[in-house]
T-cell receptor, first 112, second 114 residues
């Protein structure tokens, strides 16, 4: 199947690290993505990782991929109130490279 | 770079009328454009994939006669919701890709049908 699951909600204090998790079922993922959606807006591509990589870091963002467990995570260091949004993980499968399959989304709330 | 715009950003229309939403890639040529629908507090649902100059490919369960997609150029795709009904009210988001692995999303269009 093509299920991508995320926990619904995460609340963190400003300055702490946030870790958003994602699990997927199809092992033929080629690229995996993290998108950010602010209220009433479209999706902003934050970062992506190719399936043969274990980790990717981009400034405050660290993506970890455990392909054996089909688990993807996004760590946001020094979380700020502007990071409050919904975060979607998504994957592209090797046999359908046109189709992004989205996770259920995690609402991140950052409090002072 | 990689900016995608949508117009309008929100629209209210009466039941039975048709509404056209435009999606433009502003600084790159998009060989493929995608249309998604998002219900409140839910994830995105792919409606259709369109390639420039050819007919759109619709996902299962999406009525092609109701949601008309035209991809006339490498920078413009339009979605027309025909004979709109209140259940068509939703947030419609397009994305554009010049390569399979990179999709860039528009800001979305909120459609309300009264």
């Amino acid at each position: 199947g093509e299920d991508v699951e995320q926990s619904l909600f995460l609340s963190v204090r400003e300055g702490d690290s946030s870790v958003i998790n994602c699990t997927y079922t199809d092992s033929s993922s080629t690229y995996l993505y993290w998108y950010k959606q602010e209220p009433g807006a479209g999706l902003q591509l934050l970062t992506y990782i190719f399936s043969n990589m274990d980790m990717k870091q981009d400034q405050r963002l660290t993506v970890l991929l455990n392909k054996k467990d089909k688990h993807l995570s996004l760590r946001i260091a020094d979380t700020q109130t502007g990071d409050s949004a919904i975060y979607f993980c998504a994957e592209i499968l090797s046999y359908n490279t046109d189709k992004l399959i989205f996770g259920t989304g995690t609402r991140l709330q950052v409090f002072p | 770079g990689a900016v995608v715009s949508q117009h309008p950003s929100w629209v209210i229309c009466k039941s039975g009328t048709s509404v056209k939403i435009e999606c433009r890639s502003l600084d790159f040529q998009a060989t493929t454009m995608f249309w998604y629908r998002q219900f409140p507090k839910q994830s995105l649902m792919l409606m259709a994939t369109s390639n420039e100059g050819s007919k759109a490919t619709y996902e299962q369960g999406v009525e092609k006669d109701k949601f008309l997609i035209n991809h006339a150029s490498l920078t413009l795709s339009t979605l027309t919701v025909t004979s709109a009904h209140p259940e068509d009210s939703s947030f419609y988001i397009c994305s554009a890709a010049s390569r399979s692995y990179e999709q860039y999303f528009g800001p979305g269009t909120r459609l309300t049908v009264t």
